[in-house]
């Protein structure tokens, strides 16, 4: 699982780099326009001007995998996270 993607940046776009992943490969930005933050892969873009004392911030844990799970109770399958160790292979879904 991964993060939720939550916009797009253009090419020749830019963003304030607001700050970094611990190993350096994720940026923490400021979305032009939006007021929000969110990171982006420092493999996807490029950086210009001086990062050296710019903040490191831990990344917030992956959201957990949730599944279809049959429940004997509701007689159906329902959305469950984290998936029971039983469940049957299906797609994804959010609880």
């Not at 776009?13 to 929000?36: F, K, M, N, Y």
């Not at 844990?61 to 469940?87: G, I, K, L, R």
Request: aromatic share 10%; glycine share 10%; net charge negative.
């Amino acid at each position: 699982m991964v993060y939720e993607i939550v916009t797009s940046l253009y090419q020749g776009q830019t963003a304030r780099v607001e700050g970094r992943s611990a190993e350096g490969t994720w940026w923490w930005i400021l979305l032009p326009g939006l007021q929000a933050h969110c990171w982006v892969a420092g493999s996807t873009v490029q950086v210009s001007g001086d990062t050296a004392g710019v903040t490191i911030y831990e990344a917030p844990p992956t959201p957990v995998p949730a599944c279809w799970a049959w429940n004997p109770q509701q007689q159906q399958n329902v959305c469950t996270s984290p998936c029971p160790p039983d469940a049957q292979p299906g797609g994804a879904c959010s609880p």
